[in-house]
Structure formats: C-alpha cells, structure tokens
C-alpha cells in the first residue's frame, strides 16, 4: 500500500482535507462549528494551560502503511527531521522546565539520528516517551536491541496494538502485523518493560479499526490485559484508548466507505464538554519534522501552523509566547471530545 | 420525498422521542434501560454481546444495527459476536425443535 502522498491522492492535499471538513457544516448547519461549541463552554479562544510536554515528529517514514494513520506515514515517505533540527529541540528544552520529550513520527526508530536524540534529551534529565509501532523492533536486525537501549534511557514505551483479536488488528495495520507485534512486546517484556517492579513503563494504544468511538478505557484495558496474557503470555501496564480523528488516511478510509457522515454525527453528538476542557493542546507544543511549531500531531498534518502571534518555528522558541497563543480549532477537532475525551494520553476525562 | 418503508435507519436515533407522547413511562424505561447496561455482576460487553444475540433473536434491525456498534466500542470482536448470534439461534432452534416431543407425544396418542 502507497501513503496519499505517493498516489497523488485529493487528499493528500491538506486544504482539501479541511474543505471537506468544513463543508457539512456549509452545507446543512447539521453540525455545529467546533469553535462555537468552545464559546458556548467559555473556552473561545483556547488557550495553553501551560506546556509540560514537548512532541517531536521525527519523520514520516515509518514501516508500516497502516489504514487509519493520520500522518500518511510509510516507506515512501522521506521528510526526516536533521540533527540540526533536533539540536535546535534540545536547545529550547534548555532553558524551559518542560519535563517530557514525546517522540513520534512515523516510526521515529528510522531516523538515523533517533539514538543521539534520545541520549541527548535524557542527558538533559527529561523523560523521554517513545511512540513505536512494535513490528520495528522485529523488522531489521539493527533494530532488534531497541527494547535494550530503551531499557538503559528509562524511556516510556507507548504502543499501538488496536486490538487482542489478529483480525481486527491486521485490518487496520496490515497483514501479519498482530503476529510481528506479539513478537516485539516479548522482547519487551524481556528487557523488562511492563513488568511489575522494573518500573519500565509499557503502554498500549488501542484505537478502533473503523467507524466506531473507543469504549470505556478501564473495561478495555481489563480485557486487553486478560487475554494477551492468557493466550500471549504478554504484560503491560496501561491500555490508552484513542479516537480516529477524521484526518489524512482515516478520512480518505471514511469517505471511501461511506461512513463520513455517520462518523462525524457520531463525533460531534457524542461531544462532551468537559473533555473539551482537557484537549492535550492546552498542554503541549507539537513540533514537525523541519522545526515548524504546531497545536497538536493532529494540526501538524493539517499543516495548521500555530497562531501567527507566537513564534512558528523552534529555532525562534519562546516559552512565555507560546504559553499566551491561541490554539488554531476546527471540525477535527471533536474527535478530541467526543465520549470520554481523546489524547495521546487515551481518555481525557 | 424519503421512499417510505417500515424501517427507516434514521428512526434509531429518534428513540428518545418516544417520550413525547408518554414522558413519565417514557422517561422510567430509559433510565432502567441505561441502569440494566452499566458494568456490574457482567461487563458492558457482556451485556451488549447478549443484547446483539436477543436483538437477533426478536428479529430487531434496529437492536442489530445498535448493538453491532455497541459490541464493537466495547472491544469485542467478530468471533464473539457470531458466536453471541449463535447462541441465539441454538436457543430458537432448540425451542422449535424441543416442542417435537409435543408432537411426537401427540402422534402416539393418536396412534394404534
Ligand atoms: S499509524 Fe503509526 S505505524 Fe501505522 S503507518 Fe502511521 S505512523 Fe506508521
Ligand atoms: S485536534 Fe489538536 S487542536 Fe484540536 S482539540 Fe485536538 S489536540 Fe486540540
């Protein structure tokens, strides 16, 4: 499978993606403006609660083309970030407090200056979280020491695996992804991630495999710990539940297969106010692959640059401006509070 | 004009609407229903996985449609759920079949 990008897809166009978004509101007024739903909860204009995380999105490559992926990461995908980029990162981490580094991509393992990145920034005494997709640990020799080098940094580990059933996660990530992921996660548990007392941190991500809003997060997560022990003999410490934003992949997956409008009308009756509250862009800065500076993963591949106010880029980092920005919305962004609320973190409420 | 059939998958959301017509009833049966689908002595998936077999089992398209979702949201997958359909259909063929034994005994009656 080819990302959008390579296709030539409508979609890969960004201001498409966000016409199409637009237009049912156009359209039928049927679903309200997110930002009118903010005003009606007095949080228009949104604004930082104060950043604690920094997510870095070190490249679209990645060695997967998985269906829903909001990045149209995969292997023909070449925007890497440099060492100069990431020397720029750690210089602003410097001189702020921001004590978690979250790194993702793609598979942020692919690029070549992924390690140096991680030993710098753990260097600096902040953690580093790492979004691995788990088949590249099992993908190329060189990578198969990962959960090692992960182990010595005392990096978090946070993992996709949509599902405990090989069906329903190759569905979404591509055939024999379960049996390559189960692989991964003991070795991870191997080096001790996982498992209770090591207090190296393994989490899962569960995301739905189509048109349909996670469950409740604890319920899932019981689930997910039962079974993939019983029938894997594999640990973790917390399921994430995260709902598919109708962006890139997913969005192209919704209109594809007539589930758009049903899926948004999901989103946008399921919105729970005090999850808008608790939207992880009050709480982060997303920085892109060349250093530009962004809301969230999600504005990144919208290419919805952060308020023009603020400095747009990291070499041009300012803590105190950025904390005072007004966070760019649109329709996207009820996937964020829809139910029991979305982030990387899984449920916001 | 919407073609008209007696099953129209936009009436599923309006439900709630039953209310209007019958609010205190209306208003008693949802809350028992919302009390009867929370997690207690069985999980929410359990209980949606029963409900999608019951759903089949009275033949409801709507129950079908609703609970499809539900027990996706609730992590269950194609396996359980066909297993669930199954444990319906079991149940309703063994009713028509178990009620032979009515017959059977009937015929011997009748029988030299
Ligand atoms: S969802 Fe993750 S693993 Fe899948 S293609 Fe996108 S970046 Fe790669
Ligand atoms: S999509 Fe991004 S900007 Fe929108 S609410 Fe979610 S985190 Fe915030």
Redesign the pocket.
Same mark, same amino acid.
């Given at each position: 499978m080819k990302s959008l990008h390579a296709q030539h897809h409508p979609l890969a166009d960004t201001g498409y993606q966000l016409t199409v978004l637009t237009q049912a509101e156009v359209e039928g007024a049927h679903q309200p403006l997110f930002a009118t739903r903010l005003r009606e909860a007095g949080l228009l204009p949104l604004r930082p609660t104060g950043i604690t995380v920094m997510q870095v999105n070190v490249g679209k490559m990645?060695n997967?083309?998985?269906r829903h992926?909001h990045?149209d990461? %995969?292997p023909d995908r070449t925007e890497i970030m440099t060492r100069a980029t990431m020397q720029q990162c750690l210089d602003a981490l410097r001189q702020t407090p921001i004590e978690v580094v979250d790194l993702t991509? %793609?598979?942020p393992e692919m690029n070549p200056d992924f390690r140096w990145f991680v030993e710098q920034i753990s260097a600096l005494g902040r953690e580093v979280i790492v979004r691995c997709?788990l088949t590249i640990i099992v993908a190329n020799p060189k990578y198969y020491d990962l959960p090692e080098f992960f182990a010595r940094h005392r990096v978090r580990v946070v993992s996709?695996l949509p599902h405990f059933s090989a069906v329903r996660t190759d569905a979404q990530?591509g055939e024999g992804v379960f049996g390559r992921s189960i692989k991964a996660l003991r070795m991870l548990n191997e080096a001790g991630y996982g498992v209770e007392g090591t207090g190296l941190s393994l989490d899962l991500v569960y995301n739905p495999s189509g048109a349909f809003l996670p469950g409740n997060q604890a319920a899932l997560e019981r689930e997910f710990k039962q079974r993939l022990v019983r029938e894997h003999g594999v640990v973790f410490n917390s399921l994430l539940t995260i709902t598919n934003l109708p962006i890139s992949r997913f969005l192209e997956y919704l209109l594809d297969s007539g589930n758009y409008e049903s899926y948004l009308d999901k989103l946008v009756q399921a919105y729970n106010p005090v999850a808008a509250a608790n939207v992880m862009c009050r709480s982060t800065l997303s920085i892109g692959w060349d250093g530009q500076l962004y809301d969230c993963d999600f504005n990144q591949q919208l290419d919805l640059l952060v308020d023009g106010r603020a400095p747009q880029h990291i070499r041009d980092f300012d803590l105190a401006a950025l904390n005072e920005r007004s966070i760019v919305v649109n329709q996207h962004c009820y996937g964020c509070t829809a139910g029991a609320g979305s982030s990387c973190g899984g449920a916001t409420t | 004009m919407e073609k008209a059939t007696y099953y129209n998958p936009a009436d599923l959301a309006k439900f709630g609407n039953i209310t209007e017509w019958q609010p205190e009833m209306g208003r008693k049966f949802f809350d028992y229903y919302g009390e009867v689908f929370k997690d207690g002595a069985l999980t929410e998936r359990e209980k949606s996985l029963i409900a999608l077999a019951v759903a089949h089992a009275v033949q409801c398209p709507y129950c079908i449609d609703a609970y499809t979702t539900d027990s996706l949201q609730k992590g269950a997958d194609e396996a359980q759920m066909m297993e669930a359909v199954h444990v319906a259909a079991a149940i309703k063929g063994g009713a028509a079949l178990v009620h032979s034994v009515q017959m059977m005994n009937k015929a011997k009656e009748l029988s030299m």
């Open positions: 990645c997967q083309t998985c992926c990045v990461a %995969g991509g %793609g598979a997709n996709s990530r | -």
